[in-house]
């Protein structure tokens, strides 16, 4: 069993940053993947950035690529989700997910465990 507890959102201005923290229960290295999804009000929840945090691999919708950093803190079990220039587009629920046996990717809502979410608003 895995559980996952997100931080660090907030309301910022447009161009602002956040950094957001999701805690992983038991030893992160264990978990396939471990991924950041969002959900406006009004929209589908989307994949936003994702880390296997063995192999140091990422992977980041376009939308967020230049703007947005996944890394991992494995002392802390630790996914981090660094966020600039951030836009009023970028306002939703985020939620952090993690798998332990296959990696259900960015595309996929397929996922074994989820957060409870943190929100994060932009403002104008």
């Known amino acids: 069993q895995v559980q996952l507890v997100e931080s660090g959102g907030g309301s910022v201005q447009t161009g602002g940053s956040l950094r957001l923290s999701c805690v992983v229960s038991?030893?992160?290295?264990?978990?396939?993947?471990v991924a950041w999804f969002r959900e406006a009000p009004g929209q589908e929840r989307e994949g936003v950035a994702m880390?296997?945090?063995?192999?140091?691999?990422?992977q980041y919708v376009d939308s967020v690529k230049g703007r947005f950093n996944i890394s991992q803190d494995r002392a802390k079990n630790t996914v981090h989700l660094h966020m600039s220039h951030l836009k009023t587009d970028d306002t939703a629920m985020y939620y952090c997910?993690?798998?332990?046996?296959?990696?259900?990717?960015?595309?996929?809502?397929?996922?074994?465990?989820w957060g409870q979410g943190t929100q994060v608003t932009v403002s104008a």
């Open positions: 038991g030893d992160i290295f264990s978990s396939r993947c």
């Open positions: 997910a993690a798998d332990l046996k296959k990696c259900g990717g960015l595309s996929s809502l397929a996922h074994e465990y």
């Open positions: 880390i296997a945090p063995g192999l140091g691999f990422t």
